[in-house]
């Protein structure tokens, strides 16, 4: 089969390899017809090289049909239309009876103390083959795969891979009372479908900041108070303040992560870091914070006193220094933690199954074919041609 391999730091390449097979009777093969480039796939593209080794096949946001069903698979059949969560989560243990899938003790990282394994994310998530292929084997065929109808576009249930259920998670976690404010650092494809779900589900202001324009345009289309920190810069926190009563926000969502711009002294550790042997490297990211910050310590700042900060960008430094003193003055609640995709689907499926209140039908800004994802990368990092989000078609 084709599939989008790692070989290097911002060096991916469709290379043929051989294809998945059932490995456990509870196993099943999907062949994909759609499968998405996230924000955290940049990550791997240039910062978590240390963890990966070339050949390693990227991808967690796919779905497509059952191609094989292992022996003891009884709920799925050939042909079946499924998409795959990003979390390889049994269904079973204490974690995901707790509704906690990204903890799962079955597929838990122990080597490197890690959370449940992710497919297509590198040796501290197990190192799982990914989605960006033209097959992928997943296992828990009974539990983990979500099953949806035929008939709609892909678009309309893809995102439930990921997308839908990280915004989810971080709007829920970020508490936002009824008809409150909530303000959304980076409007990336998970910021811009956080946005959408925090009014969705009620919240009276929903304030967007970023400095890419497209990203902007894109969220005031949606009935986002959108920011240009361009524009604001160090004077943003009073702008928020003088949007929501001199307070700020009852919630931010933090969907920026390790991407963030500015702070040059961690910008060049990450870089500096990537340049080491991975012997060298992998302690060092494991053990120092290399992390750029500022959107967190901004959501800190933005919230109102006795406010919740949700954090769904992703961040990688184990030391990273937090201001504990200001967030016990204010009083801040804060969460965290990768999206238990399982524990929302319910939730989640009713608004893909009859009339599309989010969105989600358009929300791709380029769709591309599978062997054109080396550019995609590149393009998606450079945020050219109003870039978002990407959808590739093995």
């Known amino acids: 089969m084709r599939a989008l391999t790692w070989q290097g730091k911002r060096d991916v390449r469709v290379e043929t390899v051989p294809d998945p097979r059932i490995e456990d009777p509870t196993d099943i093969v999907v062949k994909v017809t759609s499968t998405g480039i996230c924000g955290s796939d940049l990550h791997l593209y240039g910062v978590l090289g240390p963890f990966l080794e070339p050949g390693d096949i990227l991808g967690h946001e796919a779905m ?214 991975d012997a060298v490297a992998r302690p060092l990211m494991e053990r120092a914070g290399v992390d750029r910050l500022t959107a967190l310590y901004t959501a800190i700042d933005l919230v109102r006193r006795g406010g919740t900060v949700s954090v769904s960008g992703v961040y990688g430094g184990a030391a990273d220094p937090m201001p504990l003193l200001t967030m016990f003055d204010k009083q801040i609640q804060l969460r965290m933690g990768q999206a238990n995709v399982r524990a929302w689907v319910d939730d989640i499926m009713p608004l893909l199954e009859d009339s599309d209140p989010l969105g989600v039908e358009g929300f791709a800004t380029h769709t591309m074919p599978l062997d054109e994802a080396p550019r995609a990368y590149a393009m998606f990092l450079a945020k050219e041609d109003g870039m978002i989000k990407t959808l590739l078609q093995p």
């Open 64 to 277: 497509g049909l059952v191609e094989e069903v292992g022996a003891d698979v009884k709920t799925l059949r050939h042909g079946d239309r499924v998409v795959i969560p990003f979390n390889v989560s049994c269904g079973d243990c204490f974690m995901c009876g707790q509704g906690l899938h990204s903890q799962c003790e079955t597929t838990q990282v122990r080597e490197y103390d890690k959370g449940a394994s992710l497919f297509g994310y590198t040796k501290l998530y197990g190192q799982v083959p990914g989605g960006q292929a033209q097959y992928v084997r997943v296992p828990f065929g009974d539990r983990l795969p979500v099953k949806v109808p035929d008939g709609p576009p892909d678009e309309r249930f893809v995102y439930l891979s990921d997308v839908l259920p990280t915004a989810w998670q971080a709007v829920e976690y970020a508490a936002v009372p009824p008809g409150g404010s909530v303000a959304v650092l980076g409007l990336g494809p998970i910021g811009q479908m956080a946005a959408r779900v925090a009014l969705h589900r009620g919240a009276r202001l929903v304030i967007g900041v970023d400095l890419v324009p497209a990203r902007l345009e894109r969220a005031r289309s949606s009935g986002v108070h959108a920011l240009d920190l361009k524009e604001h810069g160090k004077q943003l926190v009073e702008a928020v303040r003088d949007l929501t009563d001199g307070r700020g926000p009852d919630s931010v969502i933090d969907a920026v992560g390790m991407e963030a711009h500015g702070a040059p002294l961690a910008s060049a550790a990450q870089r500096f870091t990537g340049l080491l042997p």
